[in-house]
């Protein structure tokens, strides 16, 4: 049979092949524990392979474990203690899982408090953008008294939660962030093979890493509303003198709204990678929560209620800011062309006042040019003349008979042609050259 070789083959086949095998679940027992950690590098944009790797390395080399490329984009290792613990890079965060296998559990504890140094995590200083404890447990019967699982778990919060996986396990949590700073989830499994444990255990986890990341867009938009509201503010002022101003005042004009514009530009270029990326998480959240296959638990919001009354909003608010600031750039695009409109036009009158100024005086020139040229004739013909007398004098000197007025007179009208028509030919010559 054909095989396809390497040098036929796109240089890029196998890497996206790969890509849908990337980062896959693990399998997770029932009962285990897991602790969840996302982190954002503060110097993700400058380096992000060392930055996401250099956590991960020190880590490991703590528990002496083989340190991976830097190039890589997911790891997995174990710790002391049996604890498995997998670290995966994202464009903007780097996360990390550590599961341990426990006895049935009466609480969601760290699942490896020996893999969290506290100095360790220290050095994530501003970083955390997620922290969850979450728990595989098997229940009997846990239907009858939600409430008591709030006590146990949850220290008596209300809960969000619902039946998940078509019936084979039910996914509950409070979405508050404990003394400890980490949030608390419980997964209560009633019939799913490791795998898929696994499988929707991350998505859980994926429903809280990517509900952070869309809401990180609603301080950027509150940031932005007092701006846009003096930039409006100053945009209508604007208006409102463009209406009476004059051409005078029309450069002023537009040197304060092309300034305006600019810092209005640079503002948007800012927050828009933050609000195009909020899109996207926030779409992703909607795709995990749809995979969940929710059915409700009587009394409690389901993950796609509270996402709608609680995420949705925010997502919302954000989205204006943007449609705002994108309608603020246009008006100010159409204020600046319309004053640029008026200043060509009083521009363009300008130079036609200016052109008709020239045709005068090039009339005034050529009628100058004119006189000047019938002087210039005289001129010639008077000095010419002269010299034929002279010349008629001197030959009848020579005993020739000449009558010297008579030769003079004569000479006039032969020497004024030539030198009108020697004048006018180097005036044509002039102009054809000034015109090439």
């Known amino acids: 049979m054909p095989e396809i070789q390497a040098a036929i083959e796109h240089p890029e086949r196998r890497q996206l092949n790969d890509e849908v095998h990337a980062r896959p679940p693990d399998n997770l027992p029932t009962p285990c524990a897991l602790t969840y950690v996302a982190r954002m590098p503060k110097e ?22 083989d340190v991976p490329p830097a190039d890589v984009k997911h790891y997995t290792a174990t710790l002391d203690g049996g604890v498995r613990m997998r670290w995966e890079r994202h464009t903007e965060y780097s996360r990390y899982t550590f599961v341990s296998a426990t006895e049935p559990l009466d609480s969601i504890p760290a699942a490896a408090d020996v893999s969290l140094p506290a100095d360790w995590l220290g050095q994530m200083r501003g970083e955390i953008l997620v922290g969850v404890h979450a728990a595989v447990v098997e229940i009997d019967n846990w239907q009858d008294d939600v409430d008591a699982l709030s ?11 619902s039946i998940v ?13 404990g003394p400890d700073g980490f949030s608390r989830l419980l997964l209560i499994n009633d019939g799913m ?18 509900r952070m990341m869309a809401l990180l867009a609603l301080p950027v938009a509150q940031q932005l509303m007092p701006a846009l509201d003096d930039v409006e503010q100053e945009l209508t002022a604007i208006g409102e003198a463009l209406v009476d101003a004059g051409a005078q005042q029309e450069p002023e004009l537009l040197d304060r709204i092309t300034r305006l514009s600019a810092s209005t530009q640079h503002s948007h270029l800012r927050s828009n990678y933050r609000f195009a990326a909020s899109d996207a998480y926030y779409e992703i959240v909607l795709q995990r929560i749809s995979e969940l296959r929710e059915q409700r638990i009587l009394g409690l919001q389901t993950f796609e209620e509270f996402t709608t009354r609680r995420l949705t909003p925010a997502v919302k608010t954000y989205r204006a800011v943007s449609k705002r600031q994108q309608s603020i750039l246009e008006q100010m695009a159409r204020a600046t062309k319309l004053l640029s409109t008026r200043i060509d036009v009083e521009r363009q009158r300008q130079n036609q006042s200016l052109l008709a100024s020239m045709n005068r005086r090039v009339k005034a020139q050529l009628r100058l040019q004119a006189t000047v040229e019938g002087l210039s004739v005289a001129a010639v013909t008077y000095y010419l003349v002269g010299l034929v007398g002279t010349l008629a004098q001197g030959v009848a000197a020579m005993g020739v008979p000449l009558h010297k007025e008579l030769v ?11 030198a009108y028509l020697g004048i006018r030919r180097l005036r044509r010559k002039i102009e054809a050259e000034g015109s090439d």
């Open 44 to 65: 993700t944009r400058k380096s992000p392979q060392g930055v996401a790797t250099a956590m991960l390395e020190d880590l490991l080399r703590r528990y002496e474990t």
């Open 165 to 177: 996986a078509d019936g084979r396990a039910a996914a509950l949590t409070d979405l508050r962030i």
């Open 151 to 161: 006590r146990r778990y949850f220290d008596g919060n209300t809960l969000i939660g």
């Open 408 to 418: 003079m007179g004569a000479s006039i009208p032969v020497i004024a042609a030539t």
């Open 193 to 210: 093979p490791e795998p898929q444990a696994g499988r929707f255990m991350q998505r859980l986890l994926e429903v809280e890493t990517y």
